[in-house]
């Protein structure tokens, strides 16, 4: 690969933490806005709920725009508007009448950056000239995971030396990484993934090939897959080491992430030793054994070491699925990427959603929920074999 595509990559690994950082920092400081502001914390959850909400919304609209407006314009712009919401933090809550509006817009705007950046940077990525892209994806991918155990265990770490009450300097702190990182984007080349002289799927192309339909099947199930479990691991961590809930929130999140990062990092490692097809399926069976394990475990510790095992295994579901998406609809273009994250992220809501309903219905059983939400890796590991069927498909 060409010297300056290299740093086009390093940038998507940066980008991938910006998104880590813009998905994880707010939560931590939920209890401080209660305090600080006064707010009550049923309205403070609900800035997670307009995050991804509204980053939902650009995965479905940028399909439309993003080509016209061209790759490096909407990345650069992705950071600006990170880098503004999370600056926004500091100051619109003191801005505002009422500081919830500020905190409310700050997050607004950071998450219309997350949201093209999720669209943007696995393209960017797929169109570089590497040898193993599927090593490159899956590694991309492992960067949210430490992105993710890098916010919390340094934002925590920063809070025990310099307190709580200084949290808006590490705000800005954060703030700085994507300001940084859009000066790399400037410089660096961005291929396109459609060659010259060709152009790429329309959404009725896509919409009209079976193919597509069972990558946005497969994309939902590794988001289901994911967060089904993930979203309440601090429960099993709590329960499984007998520790104050604080502690909970730390070791099963950072235990899942870390062993998620684990598995892309293994796989951008020594992919090209090892099938995708395999690999994945594999993974799905082993996700789905995790499932029986925190459901059938006597002991609430091994309900943890499932949680962990689920992590492990899911890792290269996302990344695997954008990559064989690549392979077999070599004209998707953007278009496709921000449809399958869409569906991602529809699995992400839907799996946790889903276990909470069941879980609830069933007296607040949370293994019950959990039980019924094993049809998403079953159905993954369904739509692999599905694809090592008719491996030689290449559709556009």
Not at 116 to 125: F, G, Q, T
Not at 235 to 257: H, Y
Request: charged share 10%.
């Amino acid at each position: 690969m060409k010297p300056n595509y290299q740093k086009t990559i390093y940038a998507c690994f940066i980008g991938y933490i910006v998104q880590a950082v813009v998905n994880n920092f707010v939560p931590l400081l939920f209890l401080t806005f209660e305090k600080s502001y006064h707010i009550p914390l049923s309205r403070i959850t609900m800035l997670i709920t307009i995050n991804f909400g509204i980053q939902l919304l650009v995965d479905l609209l940028s399909a439309g725009f993003v080509d016209k407006i061209g790759y490096r314009i909407s990345v650069v712009l992705a950071h600006i508007f990170a880098a503004a919401g999370l600056a926004g933090l500091v100051f619109l809550p003191d801005l505002m009448p009422d500081p919830f509006a500020g905190l409310l817009l700050a997050v607004c705007i950071y998450a219309l950056g997350g949201g093209l950046i999720e669209v943007l940077i696995s393209p960017i990525v797929q169109s570089c000239p590497t040898d193993n892209k599927e090593k490159a994806m899956s590694l991309l991918h492992s960067f949210y995971c430490w992105g993710h155990v890098g916010v919390v265990l340094l934002s925590t770490v920063f809070f025990s030396v310099f307190g709580i009450g200084n949290w808006k300097i590490l705000a800005c702190i954060w703030a700085l990484i994507p300001v940084l990182n859009v000066f790399l984007f400037v410089q660096t080349p961005i291929a396109s993934l459609i060659e010259e002289g060709e152009t790429g799927m329309s959404i009725r192309e896509l919409f009209c090939s079976k193919v597509f339909w069972l990558m946005m099947l497969m994309m939902l199930c590794a988001g289901a897959s994911e967060q089904a479990v993930s979203q309440w691991a601090s429960i099993f961590a709590e329960k499984g080491l007998g520790v104050t809930k604080t502690i909970g929130d730390l070791a099963g999140p950072m235990l899942f992430a870390i062993l998620m990062g684990s598995s892309r990092a293994f796989y951008g490692k020594m992919g090209h030793k090892i099938d995708l097809d395999r690999f994945m399926f594999g993974s799905s069976v082993l996700c789905v054994l995790s499932y029986l394990l925190i459901v059938l475990s006597p002991l609430p510790v091994f309900s943890l070491v499932g949680c962990g095992i689920c992590g492990l295994s899911v890792g290269i579901m996302w990344p695997g699925t954008f990559s064989k998406a690549s392979s077999v609809l070599r004209k998707g273009g953007i278009a496709m990427f921000a449809l399958l994250a869409l569906a991602g992220d529809l699995g992400c809501s839907g799996g946790p959603t889903l276990v909470g309903a069941v879980a609830s219905a069933a007296s607040d059983n949370l293994k019950t929920g959990i039980l019924v939400a094993i049809v998403f890796p079953v159905v993954m590991a369904w739509g692999i074999c599905l694809c090592k069927k008719h491996k030689n498909i290449s559709v556009g």
